[in-house]
């Protein structure tokens, strides 16, 4: 059964800690994303890798960290430099880049407390 | 810079009229143009996309869009709205210069019985 899977589905952080949001794609796709979503912002773009061990910083990568060392599997950091990491967190994959869409995870929701 | 703008927050539609939500980009290549949507706390499904060839492009659930190169729009339509519609609704624009997918601000769509 081929998806992309994102876990966990809520986290809850507390100040000053760093959490890690996993992704996993079993598509065989080569390009992998990260995107928060907040209430009325849309869907903004933290990090995307093109190939392993390789990616590349969005247009909101400070306070986040990632890796790409399998194909299948791009984590997400969310470092305790994120001053508000509140948000839904989704990962998408892709098979090449440009003119193909990419699926979707089901999301993460992330809350500080 | 790559862009895409969903000028309406909101459309809403009456069950059985037809609905147009829109969505302008900005690339500076060919752009490659998506539509997606996502239900209350779940990841984005896509609908359709715009690669080349006829303007008009037909996706699932009934969706079609148009593109329009001279005024860089790719606005999605379906010409019978179904209550079970009402979503929130995204264009995305991968002009493959950057392999960045972008995304707008998204529309929530409400259809009335």
């Known amino acids: 059964d081929g998806g992309i899977t994102q876990s966990p589905k809520y986290l809850f952080r507390k100040e000053g800690q760093n959490v890690t949001l996993s992704c996993e794609q079993n598509?065989?796709?080569?390009?992998m994303y990260w995107y928060r979503q907040d209430p009325g912002q849309g869907l903004r773009l933290i990090y995307y890798?093109?190939?392993?061990?390789?990616?590349q910083k969005g247009d909101i990568a400070e306070g986040y960290s990632v890796s790409r060392e399998k194909k299948e599997s791009f984590p997400l950091t969310v470092t305790s430099a994120q001053k508000n990491p509140t948000a839904f967190y989704l990962c998408?994959?892709?098979?090449?880049?440009?003119?193909?869409?990419?699926?979707f995870g089901q999301g993460t929701r992330l809350t500080v407390v | 810079a790559q862009s895409v703008a969903q000028p309406e927050d909101q459309v809403n539609v009456a069950e059985g009229n037809p609905l147009t939500v829109k969505c302008t980009y900005s690339?500076?290549?060919?752009?490659?143009l998506f539509w997606y949507v996502q239900y209350p706390n779940r990841g984005l499904q896509f609908l359709l996309k715009?690669?080349?060839?006829?303007?008009l492009v037909k996706g699932s659930y009934g969706f079609e869009a148009e593109f329009n190169k001279s005024q860089t729009s790719f606005h999605l339509k379906k010409p019978s709205a179904l209550v079970s519609d009402s979503a929130l609704y995204f264009c995305?624009?991968?002009?493959?210069?950057?392999?960045?997918?972008?995304f707008g601000q998204g529309t929530t769509l409400q259809v009335k019985p």
């Open positions: 998408a994959s892709s098979i090449f880049w440009e003119n193909t869409e990419a699926f």
């Open positions: 598509l065989n796709h080569d390009a």
């Open positions: 890798s093109q190939i392993v061990n390789d990616f």
């Open positions: 690339v500076s290549g060919n752009p490659y």
């Open positions: 715009y690669i080349t060839g006829d303007n």
């Open positions: 995305a624009v991968n002009s493959g210069n950057t392999g960045k997918l972008i």
